[in-house]
């Protein structure tokens, strides 16, 4: 069982960065998988970055040109540094790895965002 572990959120500022960081309990070498979502209140959780195997990050078009995904095979981590912060993008913020058929979900770290 592998545990994902979320830090790094809090409180921003409209045009501010967060960067937030998921720590996993093993090796995410082999994950075919990892990526950031988010859910505000009332709405469907949403997708904000992912790479899928070592492949090319893809993004919400609506973080496009503001967020970057990244992950570090050697430090079992995946961030997500964001910057341009709007109040939209307050959220709480979700790291999720796929390791077929195998789908684990971190616990969710909160974003708020001031304008």
């Given at each position: 069982?592998?545990?994902?572990?979320?830090?790094?959120?809090?409180?921003?500022?409209?045009?501010?960065?967060?960067?937030?960081?998921?720590?996993?309990?093993?090796?995410?070498?082999?994950?075919?998988?990892?990526?950031?979502?988010?859910?505000?209140?009332?709405?469907?959780?949403?997708?904000?970055?992912?790479?899928?195997?070592?492949?090319?990050?893809?993004?919400?078009?609506s973080v496009k040109g503001r967020f970057t995904i990244s992950r570090d095979n050697a430090q079992n981590t995946v961030d997500l540094q964001m910057n341009s912060l709007k109040p939209e993008g307050a959220a709480v913020y979700y790291c999720r790895a796929v390791h077929f058929p195998t789908d684990y979900w971190g616990q969710g770290t909160q974003v708020t965002v001031s304008s």
């Open positions: 069982q592998v545990q994902l572990v979320e830090s790094g959120g809090g409180s921003g500022q409209a045009g501010g960065s967060l960067r937030l960081s998921c720590a996993a309990s093993s090796s995410i070498v082999s994950f075919n998988a990892v990526g950031w979502y988010r859910q505000a209140p009332g709405k469907q959780r949403e997708l904000v970055a992912r790479i899928i195997k070592v492949g090319v990050p893809s993004y919400a078009d």
